[in-house]
């Protein structure tokens, strides 16, 4: 089979190699791939940073959001079955580390994923442990199934801490991700949403998705705007996507004093900061990495089956597999939001 994979440790080397899917050993199955999203974490491998140099091998299948049906189990498989719909949850958990014996998978110390640690999903076929596999309804569609694994990152961020419901929430960076998260906010009952987002077309999106106000952070005082919004009070859920230590600190001045505000995004320098302002504010900071083992996936596809968010603006960019050298260049270019892979 044709895989679009890392195949040198240099910046680039991405490229189509062939190889035959691996027979499920008995606590894995084979999955076929029906499609397959292309993330920012491909784009880090893409670009090649030092922590994934050391981590992921040559060649290596990239990808791990996938929507896919079970075609084959390995004996000790029972979760799963033949013909299954399936998603694939991105976090291999060891299930006996202490995290993930105290109800934080998501944070397994042991974890692997595939596309980074072991062959991924930009192919026709993954072979993976049948403990990622979420199970979608019959006919959930593939191109959704594929998003999933994002998706809950949003969802896991609108759940915590205090919640979203009769909230203001403010999203900082409107990535594919961010986005979706405007959309999730507004379904569970914030009362107003507020996108942040320096990218014409990313704003426009958000505003499709459900955003009240959308801020380009180039050319508008986000505070300002934001104290306009809110009444002056600044938003109750600060949700912070865009890793950057001007949004860090946006992040913190647009919050209301006590409000809560959620990092997803990880930022991989050192930040400065004054906690004169902290003090003055008293935050509460939620780091939110993944999805809950499996209790954000239950939230996010019923938030799905019944309707509460569309996620159809983010399939602009439905392409061939054979076409995924475009895709990364899509995304280079700024022109797509989620480009999504069909093997
Ligand atoms: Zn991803
Ligand atoms: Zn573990």
Not at 178 to 189: C, K, P, W
Not at 230 to 237: H, I, K, L, Q
Not at 279 to 304: F, M, Y
């Amino acid at each position: 089979m044709l895989g679009l994979a890392k195949v040198a440790a240099t910046v680039g080397g991405v490229d189509f190699i062939h190889k035959e899917p691996r027979p499920p050993r008995p606590d894995e199955a084979l999955v076929e791939v029906r499609a397959a999203g292309l993330c920012g974490s491909d784009i880090s491998i893409w670009k090649w940073p030092p922590h994934l140099a050391k981590r992921v091998p040559i060649p290596c299948i990239l990808g791990h959001e996938a929507g896919g049906r079970v075609v084959e189990i390995g004996s000790r498989v029972s979760r799963v079955k033949v013909g299954d719909n399936v998603s694939l949850e991105s976090h291999v958990y060891c299930g006996t580390c202490y995290q993930c014996l105290t109800d934080r998978a998501h944070l397994c110390v042991v974890k692997t994923a595939p596309g980074v640690d072991f062959d991924g999903v930009f192919a026709r076929y993954v072979t993976v442990p049948a403990s990622i596999l979420w199970v979608n309804d019959a006919d959930f569609p593939a191109e959704l199934g594929a998003l999933m694994e994002p998706f809950g990152i949003g969802v896991h961020a609108s759940l915590e801490g205090s919640g979203v419901s009769g909230l203001t929430v403010a999203v900082s960076g409107c990535g594919p991700i961010g986005m979706m998260n405007v959309a999730t906010a507004r379904a569970l009952g914030a009362v107003k949403v507020i996108a942040i987002e320096p990218l014409a077309i990313r704003r426009k999106a958000a505003l499709e998705m459900g955003a009240d106000l959308a801020i380009d952070p180039t050319g508008e005082d986000v505070r300002a705007k934001v104290r306009d919004a809110t009444r002056g009070r600044g938003a109750d859920v600060v949700i912070e996507y865009s890793g950057s230590v001007e949004g860090f600190r946006t992040c913190i001045d647009i919050l209301t004093p006590g409000g809560d505000l959620r990092l997803c995004a990880t930022p991989v320098y050192p930040i400065e900061y004054d906690f004169t302002i902290w003090k003055a504010k008293r935050p509460t900071i939620i780091n939110i990495h993944g999805r809950r083992i499996w209790s954000t996936w239950v939230r996010a596809a019923d938030l799905l089956r019944e309707r509460r968010v569309d996620l159809s603006p983010l399939l602009s960019h439905v392409m061939p597999l054979s076409e995924g050298m475009r895709a990364f260049e899509a995304v280079f270019a700024g022109e797509a939001l989620k480009p999504i892979l069909i093997p």
